[in-house]
């Protein structure tokens, strides 16, 4: 019999209990216990949002029909598998109906006396790592590894559960493992062509698989069954619901939007200042520069401080930058070398994750301490932003000289994790770690914006200032073309801020696996593919470069005149040209919950085979990016139907529905602008610092009427959640030809 109360409904079946919770907006929360007991630590963290009382519940033929005014529900009477239908009775998602689910108890250990540890040290690319062999264990709780079987409709397509290394794009017929590594994001979303989403509660490694025609997900240590059910009227109201689940996410700082340049690495405080220098004297914009690790004494990794020698006096070099409108990012990290005074504090009051030299971020005490260290040795140089990395914090694959396969990588993800930390949070350390630093920013500089450039993520770490990058990739044109869709399944996961290294990180090949670059240092195959791979990067939420083996600035890759450099330097004043559309866009990601960039199937769903297309995509509203992705300058475009589209350089007019043939110039890559839209720009800049939103300029692509908000604030501040911001509405009147706003201060001039 089904009980029903304040919006949950529960349905007794064999031995175990289901629930569903339903919410506002057609979001249920399907959750299946075993003992009837629903465990308030499993999601914890995830926003209770208002629940939907207005339900009618029907008795069907061996079956109950539940109605809302979002969605319609049905579970079977003698299975409790549960069907998910939109309002109009369309089916959307349907558990299996003969055993919809599996639940398997498990017993959670943790290493009970750190002195019996066996732990072994190896070297990585990310240092030393320690690796618990074996240790005395001590049996702390139960879970449940759980499985959750469904039958997806023929031709649906599932992409996200975050970034994959391989070039992932539809994940039906595969199997396709939830894990933390370097070139890997895990995260718990999965949308569906068919218009919704899954959100898994879990905090432990997870897995998708579909084969033979059997589909489930399964979580490895859970206190129950658990899953978010998203439905949307058009897919991108599914990103919407996930962010009203797990937080909106924070408002970037203006300067995040401009170019950031990086690289393996910066030794010295003049050698920075040098370069900072440089890109004034040729008036090329920048807005960040990045020192990278060993800003320590040699010998201390993850000491946070500076090494004297070599950065004598930080605060002037960073006051010199901030005089110049740049800003200065610096590399942190979680482990700590056993000879630094940082580790020495930790190690102390016991906040080491067991056996490692790893703080635990998962105990507030850690993360309190972890921070006062960034407080007290680097805060008062005026560090504006922190690069968090290996905030995995461990990646097992890369102690291989052979690349282990997807499933060993999942194994030994699986057991090394467990073995330092709880599993059932395995996935979730980077999370914390981002809470650590923006907790400890923001009680610090409460009306400052939180800028973390970090290399993990979870559920909910949009909220924490994060943006996420696709860490050590490799230079060659394959990985290019992957990493085109590592940035789409990210956004298809619910992550609005991601970048990349572009250029790679690694050039070179290397002795190890992950260490094979196509290229023998900065020739003219690779300048070919850095230009290519920075003016895709220009065309992302945020815009750097960085890498080893090669230095990266503009100049590195020739002078005024050279062909590559003219168009490294024409892609960096391309992004600040566009900077007013881009940081409206990337403010309605915090303001209104929506996408920076997204596969072209979320704007033109009911385009036969559109969401097939993995390289081309949507960046705002109005633009779409088709990024040269070989050595071959032509390329074969598909401009949706719906639309008329004009190329955004030239202004040539296209009609839409059809492929087109194209030739790309090295000085630029394809980008589009629908017919009927407007593009708002400005003046090149050489920092967002000099940006003045008061004069704005607008490109008009005409063939319907059309609007643009901008937004504008003063682009440091956390003022933007008191609402001291505006958005001003300009308007396009095809028929009259002429341009209205509802902002009289504004200056605006049309580009022809």
Same mark, same amino acid.
């Given at each position: ?7 949950? #409904? ?34 914890? +963290? ?11 519940? #029907? ?13 319609? $529900? ?11 239908? %939109? ?18 108890? #498990? ?8 002195? @019996? ?18 240790? +005395? ?33 539809? *994940? ?86 401009? !170019? ?25 914009? $920048? ?23 070599? /950065? ?29 005074? +940082? ?5 102390? *009051? ?33 560090? %504006? ?88 990739? @490799? ?21 609005? !801020? ?41 065309? *992302? ?54 996408? $920076? ?12 085979? $559109? ?7 949507? /960046? ?65 800049? +050489? ?46 009147? %095809? ?6 706003? %509802? ?10």
């Amino acid at each position: 019999m089904v009980n029903i109360s304040e919006g949950n #409904i529960f349905y007794p079946v064999g031995k175990g209990m289901l629930r569903l919770m339903l919410m506002q907006g057609g979001i249920v929360r399907a959750s299946f216990s075993q003992d009837g007991v629903f465990d308030p630590r499993q999601g914890e +963290d995830i926003n209770t949002l208002p629940p939907e009382k207005n339900c009618e519940v #029907i008795q069907g033929q061996n079956e109950i029909v539940i109605r809302t005014p979002d969605i319609q $529900i049905k579970i079977n009477e003698e299975t409790a598998a549960v069907s998910y239908m %939109d309002k109009n009775g369309r089916s959307l998602l349907t558990e299996r109906a003969v055993c919809p689910r599996q639940l398997e108890q #498990i017993s959670l250990y943790r290493v009970s006396d750190n002195k @019996s540890a066996i732990v072994e040290e190896i070297a990585t690319a990310d240092g030393i790592k320690k690796k618990i062999k074996a240790a +005395d264990k001590e049996e702390y709780g139960s879970a449940y590894k759980t499985r959750t079987y469904f039958e997806f409709a023929e031709d649906e397509m599932l992409l996200g559960f975050g970034q994959g290394e391989n070039g992932e794009w539809n *994940l039906r017929g595969s199997t396709y493992y939830i894990h933390q590594a370097n070139r890997k994001i895990a995260i718990p979303m999965v949308v569906s062509t068919n218009k919704y989403g899954i959100m898994l509660s879990t905090k432990s490694p997870a897995l998708f698989s579909e084969k033979n025609g059997v589909s489930f997900v399964q979580t490895e240590a859970d206190y129950y069954l658990d899953y978010y059910f998203i439905p949307g009227t058009v897919t991108t109201d599914v990103i919407k619901g996930f962010r009203k689940l797990t937080g909106r996410a924070s408002m970037l700082p203006k300067w995040a939007y401009g !170019y950031i340049q990086s690289k393996e690495r910066y030794k010295t405080q003049e050698e920075m200042l040098e370069v900072a220098k440089e890109f004034r004297r040729r008036k090329i914009g $920048i807005d960040c520069l990045v020192l990278d690790w060993l800003s320590w004494e040699d010998g201390k990794w993850g000491q946070k401080s500076f090494d004297k020698s070599r /950065f004598p006096a930080p605060k002037e070099m960073t006051d010199e930058l901030h005089r110049m409108g740049i800003h200065f990012m610096m590399s942190i990290w979680p482990n700590m070398s056993p000879n630094t005074e +940082d580790n020495a504090e930790f190690k102390a *009051l016991n906040l080491l994750l067991p056996g490692t030299d790893i703080y635990n971020a998962f105990d507030e005490k850690a993360r309190n301490l972890y921070f006062s260290q960034v407080e007290r040795n680097l805060l008062p140089s005026e560090v %504006d932003a922190f690069w968090c990395d290996s905030s995995e914090p461990i990646t097992p694959e890369w102690e291989h000289h052979i690349e282990p396969e997807d499933g060993e990588k999942y194994c030994e993800f699986k057991t090394d994790a467990g073995n330092i930390m709880p599993l059932e949070m395995a996935n979730s350390y980077g999370l914390y770690h981002a809470m650590t630093i923006c907790d400890g920013l923001r009680r610090i500089r409460p009306d400052k914006r939180v800028v973390n450039l970090t290399r993990s993520g979870w559920a909910g770490s949009q909220k924490y200032g994060t943006i996420l990058w696709s860490g050590d990739v @490799s230079a060659s044109w394959d990985c290019l073309r992957k990493q085109v869709r590592a940035g789409l399944q990210m956004a298809a996961s619910g992550m609005p !801020y991601w970048t990349l290294d572009a250029g790679a990180f690694f050039v070179k090949r290397g002795f190890q696996w992950y260490w094979n670059g196509d290229f023998d240092g900065i020739n003219e195959d690779y300048k070919k593919l850095y230009t290519r791979w920075l003016e895709f990067a220009a065309f *992302l939420p945020i815009f750097r470069s960085h890498g080893t083996d090669v230095s990266r600035e503009p100049w590195a890759f020739g002078d005024a005149g050279d062909k590559y450099y003219e168009a490294i330097v024409s892609a960096i004043k391309g992004r600040y040209i566009l900077f007013p559309y881009i940081y409206s866009v990337g403010a309605m990601a915090c303001i209104r919950d929506d996408m $920076i960039i997204r596969p072209l199937f979320f704007d033109y769903p009911e385009e036969e085979n $559109i969401c097939e297309i993995s390289d081309q995509y949507m /960046f705002g509203p109005s633009l779409m990016v088709c990024p040269v992705l070989d050595e071959d300058d032509k390329l074969s475009i598909y401009l949706p139907a719906g639309n008329d589209w004009y190329d955004y350089y030239t202004g040539d007019f296209y009609e839409g529905g059809r492929t087109i043939d194209y030739k790309c110039p090295i000085d630029r890559i394809a980008v589009f602008a629908k017919a009927g839209s407007i593009i708002p720009v400005t003046e090149p800049l +050489d920092s967002t610092e000099y940006y003045n939103g008061q004069t704005i300029g607008v490109r008009v692509f005409p063939g319907k009427d059309a609007y643009f908000d901008l937004y504008d604030d003063d682009g440091e501040s956390n003022g933007y959640e008191r609402g001291e911001y505006s958005i001003s509405r300009i308007i396009w009147d %095809d028929k009259a030809g002429e341009i209205i706003c %509802d902002n009289e201060k504004l200056n605006i001039k049309k580009y022809d």
